[in-house]
């Protein structure tokens, strides 16, 4: 049995750690916190009712569980991470353009000769079978 070369984890372990500290820079760990805590309502609101009434309830943010308040005070609590407010959608726009015009292609470009020649080999009977051989 041939044996593995031995690969060393330095490096993995290096890059899990960069990208969680990067994570946590950018303020996920709330964002992770908040999906948690999404999660668990609609399951404990589903429980209780209709799936789209948990899921209204889950949303409206009338109904927060402790979890939820601790994720809001935490964001709070941090200025210096980017919090989510009312122009998102604007930075959203400034970095979609919408594209409204059509460009329809010339008529030359349309050709169904091949697809008919196609349909026309394709329509001949198939060559008879070599005949079989008789159980005798």
């Not at 000769?113 to 196609?118: F, G, I, R």
């Amino acid at each position: 049995m041939p044996s593995r070369p031995e690969v060393s984890l330095l490096p993995r372990i290096a890059r899990l750690v960069v990208v969680a500290a990067i994570c946590l820079s950018l303020g996920m760990h709330w964002a992770l916190l908040q999906g948690i805590a999404w999660t668990g309502m609609l399951i404990s609101f589903a429980r209780e009712g209709a799936v789209i009434e948990a899921v209204q309830k889950t949303f409206d943010g009338q109904h927060g569980c402790a979890l939820c308040h601790k994720v809001k005070e935490g964001r709070q609590s941090n200025p210096e991470q980017p919090q989510q407010t009312g122009n998102s959608m604007q930075k959203i726009n400034a970095v979609l353009v919408e594209v409204t015009t059509l460009v329809t292609p010339a008529a030359a470009t349309f050709s169904f000769v091949p697809l008919h020649e196609l349909l026309v080999h394709r329509s001949e009977l198939p060559e008879t079978p070599p005949p079989r051989r008789g159980l005798a």
